[in-house]
DNA sequence: TCGTAAATTGTAACTATTACAAAATAGATA
DNA sequence: TATCTATTTTGTAATAGTTACAATTTACGA
């Protein structure tokens, strides 16, 4: 909880429970979740809890590079990421499960030839899991 | 216009005004335009369109793969773009300028070393484009 | 402990999209 | 070519995600 108020002190933002709460979940469920999930989530502890709320915060929180926002290429709600490295993110259409995919720096490399400054990013991939390639193989034999 | 005729037929979908119109919006502007610029667009000529039938048309012509669809990370629209070759966009948030940015092939083999089986992928980079980092270089001088 | 700026809450509004039913139409068939 | 029917179009209403706003509450510096 200690390594929260850190965070939100260092960027001069007050302390309330409801941040702790947001950072705490977001940190300790790397699962991607929308604002509601996270608002329902909350609530079961916090019922007083306005949904006005989350949005507010998790506002804030990406604005001060705290968490990080994005949406996959087919759904219309943001989803969320607790604070991590610059990532693509794999999903499979079969099984929906995500995979968190490093790719950072070959592909800023990469860019620099059309001499644009890149400055962030955002990719996701769909297809089908290794998981579920090797159930097909399985049973196809 | 018969090009878009074919392209309807080889689908199996009917020929009707409203589709030649997307279709040709879309082929000849660039623009990756969101549902309600293509409605705004064709309804100066035809003013009885509803917005209905450019969701509809939109729709079954993303799935019959005729069109692209896809958003920018930090809009919550989808944008629409005539049947091109897979590509990124990168945005430049001082001119706000869209730039295709042709990545395909390089990008799919490396994903093989993750044995997932990439069939779409979908990525927007933002930054500072050239034409505006040229800009700052001159002030400079 | 107090005062104030900031945060929280609940409600209402807004935007993009989808659902639905009635009317119109494309295009296959006679 | 006229007719028939499944498909398409239209308008309206509903929905989902998010934002605006005003009243109340709270964090935290003095």
Redesign the pocket.
Known sequence: MEKYIKE??AHK???????LDILSFLDKNRIHP???EIYKAIKIN?P?????????????MVKNNIIKSF?FMD?????FDYKTTEHYHFICRKCKSIYDVDISLPYLEKFEHYMHKVEEFYGDYKGVCENCLNKKKLKNK
């Not at 933002?13 to 409801?18: A, D, M, N, R, V």
């Not at 007083?48 to 804030?60: C, E, P």
């Open positions: 939100l002190k933002l007050k302390i309330t429970p409801q941040r929308s604002a509601d916090s007083a809890l306005s949904k006005t709320t989350i949005y507010n915060n998790i506002d804030v949406r759904s219309n709600e943001l989803r």
